[in-house]
């Protein structure tokens, strides 16, 4: 079977909110009147497979990277994680936050496992990670 006009690596996308200063920060792909864009989380379960590469503001192209588990990423780190630890989205409450990943929590809820730590990382970090896609984490009380 022969597949055209599809695209492997970095590709170029409109940004749906500012994302200057956001490079290693997840977005998800959201339509708009038929048209593709790439934005911040607004939940924690939020398909993010994209992490940002080259920020721009509203309406601007961005450079982002789909998540490929052959392919190891730096990811905005919200915290502490160690080797093998599941990240999942952090709190998307605070716009600071938005994008970054964190060690899967022990409170209850439900959290979307998107990559394991390949190495330590402490908070602001670029962290090292294998994405995995492994779906909702539900974490009982």
Do not use: H, W
Request: glycine share 12%; hydrophobic share 45%; net charge neutral.
């Amino acid at each position: 079977m022969s597949q055209s006009n599809t695209r492997v690596g970095d590709i170029r996308m409109v940004a749906g909110n500012d994302l200057t200063s956001k490079a290693g920060q997840l977005v998800k792909l959201i339509n708009d009147s038929g048209n593709a864009f790439v934005k911040s989380p607004g939940a924690i379960t939020d398909l993010t497979v994209f992490v940002v590469i080259e920020g721009g503001a509203a309406l601007s192209l961005v450079s982002v990277r789909p998540l490929d588990p052959g392919r190891n990423v730096r990811l905005v780190l919200n915290g502490t994680c160690n080797p093998g630890d599941v990240l999942v989205l952090a709190d998307c409450t605070q716009d600071a936050d938005k994008g970054k990943v964190r060690a899967l929590p022990t409170a209850a809820g439900t959290y979307r496992g998107l990559a394991i730590a390949e190495e330590s990382g402490v908070d602001g970090q670029l962290v090292l990670a294998r994405p995995a896609m492994i779906g909702n984490i539900v974490i009982s009380a």
